[in-house]
């Protein structure tokens, strides 16, 4: 017995080098040390031994079993590795392969320039409204002190699509909307789309961008015009910004002025983008003509305001030096993926 004993040991731990997966070993197990397995069957036998040689026996059936087991659990330990290890390679991932990106889009410069002007007028209490692309000719024209023969209209013939619809040539039509709608103290900007019957160059374009401003309260003066756009420009174009005022005549604002600011570029010494001047006009604005304020029900004797309305493509085109505003409306992707950093 003691001969199968060992034969038993040596056999199984043959076979357990030959075992190569988590079932066979498991088929092992059984076939040894289970209820039906080997060393069972020979323990089963120790009735027939001698009380002198049966505690000999036991004691090496018992190391037996205890060295099968070990082994069984040694190479358990092994083949979880291996397996563990399979599954990483399988799973590996190549971390120097380039990712898969997927194209973002980016902001037009004309928005990107439009969110600074909103983010500048916000910190100063502007409220930022809408109004239509399409008005009618009160909006557009008539509200704004500009009747059906008065010469201000050449200079911003529009489209017309309709007898009174027309596509608006300012956004100062806005300025009569909101005055109708809101009571003083007004104070805000009105971004959007203008139109007007211009030829297609460099610097002209039939579409093309304001920003309205307005502000309506008691005692405003011109000095809170100047001090206020005065802020604006050094907000965009940095503290030693300095701005001036030049007559002008606008049929909605009296008295109404062009505003320069001094040159970005040469700071005023005169250079090429600002072809020597030192000043670049910015925009147009005015202190709101009595008749408009009326007209929108506001009492002009106790209210007074200022307008503006501000060129938003020419201010982009001057802050990323873009030489045709053509390029603005083309949607050229080469052209516009170079403002999506
Ligand atoms: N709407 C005027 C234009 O388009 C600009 C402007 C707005 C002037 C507000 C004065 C006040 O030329």
Redesign the pocket.
Known sequence: MKEQLQAIETKAIMALQAVDSLTALDELRVAYLGKKGELTAILKQMGGLTPEERPIVGQLANKVRSTIEAKIEERLVQLKAEAELKQFEAEALDVTLPGKTTKQGGLHPLNRVLNDMIDIFKSMGFDVVDGPEIETEYYNFEALNIPADHPARDM?DTFYVGDDLLLR????AA?IRTMENRKPPIRVICPGR?FRADEVDATHSPVFH?I??LVVDKDITMCDLKGCLEQVAREIYGPDAKIKFRPSF?P??EP?VEVDVSCPECGGKGCRVCKGAGWIEI????MVHPNVLSGCGIDPNEYSGF???IGLDRLTTTRYKISDIRLLFENDLRFLEQFDK
Do not use: H, K
């Open positions: 911003q040539s300012q956004t100062s300025q203008v304001q309205e401003g606008f909605f604002t109404s925009l147009g604005a005015g307008a503006f309305g």
